[in-house]
């Protein structure tokens, strides 16, 4: 079995696409007005409008509720990445920070409020 994406459902999905386009520095796959895909070496975010829930009825995913995931993407530089984005980024949630474990991270919120860290890991010892 194969993780083949995460899909993020919105209101929005030309501003979430735009938004992670900016992230990944990626262009989204776009096959429907409703759909976009934007695929990474290792995984894909998928980002969709209501619409392709609509028939799961009450028991549809509703945008701006992703209160329990945090999407990761692992990068090279944090500092640098950060820098470049810093000006589309309206909800910085951790500056750049070496965690206790090593790790070097940002967090912000994407438009619809699902937090998006950009991490690295500590070199090899």
Not at 84 to 93: F, S
Request: glycine residues 4%; hydrophobic residues 45%.
């Amino acid at each position: 079995m194969d993780l083949a994406s995460i899909r993020i459902i919105t209101h929005d999905v030309d501003r979430l696409t735009r938004f992670y386009e900016a992230v990944t520095g990626t262009t989204a796959t776009r096959p429907a007005p409703v759909f976009a895909e934007i695929r990474t070496a290792s995984g894909a975010v998928a980002i969709a409008s209501t619409a392709t829930v609509a028939m799961l009825g009450a028991d549809a995913p509703q945008p701006g509720r992703n209160n329990s995931i945090i999407v990761e993407f692992l990068v090279t530089d944090v500092d640098a990445e950060f820098a470049r984005l810093h000006d589309v980024l309206e909800d910085i949630v951790l500056e750049p920070t070496t965690m206790p474990w090593g790790n070097r991270s940002t967090l912000f919120r994407d438009p619809d409020g699902t937090l998006v860290n950009l991490f690295s890991r500590p070199a090899p010892r």
